[in-house]
């Protein structure tokens, strides 16, 4: 079945450093590709998002691409925030209503 | 604009109380929508789907049920919680052809 896999958490790091987390995902056919954030005590809300194999989604610094060669989804800022400091979800959604999750994985930036 | 409401934003159940959970969402028609639980440092688990009145699809079993007696109003309840039930929940809507979902703040329940 589809599923999507998400390095483990916490990742923690500096003000300003180049952050990457690493997603992969398993499919049939051609998922779109999701990152959402959810911030302490919140609901999640979308991140980024790509359709089709070699998009690029970027929002608030962060970009993602879809690697159809790779089957993956890296979300990637050049320079992080405190602010930035939340729990990420990359998700896929096949050609069905449902949206498949990662287990997450929590960003802690320290100033 | 469409905008979604969860309510409440945190409930204290004893074992074996009954659970009421509301979402209504606004600014929309037609909604799928859905009902996820967050266990405390795990991801999402898809709990209920619905893509009309009265319609529900469970993804997985459970001591919990889904109802939607409005277009724009899911109802997630329980006769009889357990210690496992509790978790965030959250609900969400997207459109007939989704591209992505639309979350609601979310409830935190404690089963005790």
């Known amino acids: 079945g589809n599923s999507v896999t998400q390095m483990e958490g916490p990742v923690t790091l500096s003000e300003e450093a180049f952050l990457t987390i690493n997603c992969t995902y398993t499919a049939t056919g051609y998922p779109s590709l999701f990152w959402y954030v959810q911030y302490p005590g919140e609901g999640l809300q979308l991140l980024l998002k790509a359709t089709k194999a070699d998009d690029k989604g970027s929002n608030k610094g962060f970009e993602a691409t879809y690697r159809k060669e790779t089957t993956s989804f890296h979300l990637e800022k050049g320079s992080v925030q405190v602010s930035d400091s939340a729990v990420y979800f990359c998700a896929l959604r096949d050609s069905s209503y449902k949206l498949i999750f990662g287990s997450g994985t929590r960003l802690l930036v320290r100033p | ?112």
Do not use: M
């Open chain 2, 1 to 112: 604009s469409q905008t979604i409401h969860q309510w409440p934003a945190t409930l204290v159940q004893p074992v074996g109380s009954p659970l009421s959970l509301e979402c209504t969402v606004e600014g929309t028609s037609n909604p799928n929508l859905y009902w996820y639980r967050q266990a405390a440092g795990r991801g999402l688990q898809l709990l209920f789907y619905s893509v009309g009145i009265g319609q529900i699809s469970s993804e997985v079993p459970q001591n919990l049920s889904a109802s939607r007696p409005q277009d724009r109003q899911f109802i997630l309840s329980s006769k009889k919680l357990l210690l496992s039930d509790s978790g965030f929940y959250l609900c969400a809507w997207s459109v007939l052809r989704p591209d992505e979902q639309f979350f609601g703040p979310g409830t935190r329940l404690t089963v005790l």
